[in-house]
T-cell receptor, first 113, second 112 residues
Framework: EPEVTQTPSHQVTQMGQEVILRCVPISNHLYFYWYRQILGQKVEFLVSFYNNEISEKSEIFDDQFSVERPDGSNFTLKIRSTKLEDSAMYFC???????????FGSGTRLTVV | QQQVKQSPQSLIVQKGGISIINCAYENTAFDYFPWYQQFPGKGPALLIAIRPDVSEKKEGRFTISFNKSAKQFSLHIMDSQPGDSATYFCAAGWGYGQNFVFGPGTRLSVLP
């Protein structure tokens, strides 16, 4: 079964450093998403991406965050200057046509120290 | 208005029993209601989903009941198995491109 692949599985970074989380969505999917889950809490929407541009973003997705699809396969989330409260699991997801529940990756655990 | 409430927070069921998790929403613009199952260290996996034009959907041991007038929906797991032990999230979405609002999750433990 096709999978959404995320790398790395765990990243530790110093506060104030930039991090890039990487995702390879399912190949024929057109809609891409980032969600995050602070430990033990609910899954929160960050941003959706379609046709090479952001289609929607939440209030969490401030100027410190950016997304990019640098080539035909990768979808990245960049956090410019990490804060302690950015520590969470970050999930990438993709959807074929945007009209159904989508497939999540296994996540990247980001720890900011 | 974009909140999705979910209960109970945790649930313990004997093997073979029925697990019932309830969710409620307020935004009538929501038009797609999926349930996700999450095992520790994994991403949420789509379990079953329903649209508001039907009142019930069944897939194997999993059934969603949907009450549009009450703005509530629930997940029933029949013949619960220890392998069903996981965290279950209800969610609600709207519009093409479906950005979902998730409930806070229910941790289900099925005792052997």
């Amino acid at each position: 079964e096709p999978e959404v692949t995320q790398t790395p599985s765990h990243q530790v970074t110093q506060m104030g450093q930039e991090v890039i989380l990487r995702c390879v969505p399912i190949s024929n999917h057109l809609y891409f998403y980032w969600y995050r889950q602070i430990l033990g809490q609910k899954v929160e929407f960050l941003v959706s991406f379609y046709n090479n541009e952001i289609s929607e973003k939440s209030e969490i997705f401030d100027d410190q965050f950016s997304v990019e699809r640098p080539d035909g396969s990768n979808f990245t989330l960049k956090i410019r200057s990490t804060k302690l409260e950015d520590s969470a699991m970050y999930f990438c997801a993709s959807s074929r046509d945007g009209n159904y529940g989508y497939t999540f990756g296994s996540g990247t655990r980001l720890t900011v120290v | 208005q974009q909140q999705v409430k979910q209960s109970p927070q945790s649930l313990i069921v004997q093997k073979g029993g029925i697990s019932i998790i309830n969710c409620a929403y307020e935004n009538t613009a929501f038009d797609y209601f999926p349930w996700y199952q999450q095992f520790p260290g994994k991403g949420p996996a789509l379990l079953i989903a329903i649209r508001p034009d039907v009142s019930e959907k069944k897939e194997g041991r999993f059934t969603i009941s949907f009450n549009k007038s009450a703005k509530q929906f629930s997940l029933h797991i029949m013949d619960s198995q220890p392998g069903d032990s996981a965290t279950y999230f209800c969610a609600a979405g709207w519009g093409y491109g479906q950005n979902f609002v998730f409930g806070p999750g229910t941790r289900l433990s099925v005792l052997p």
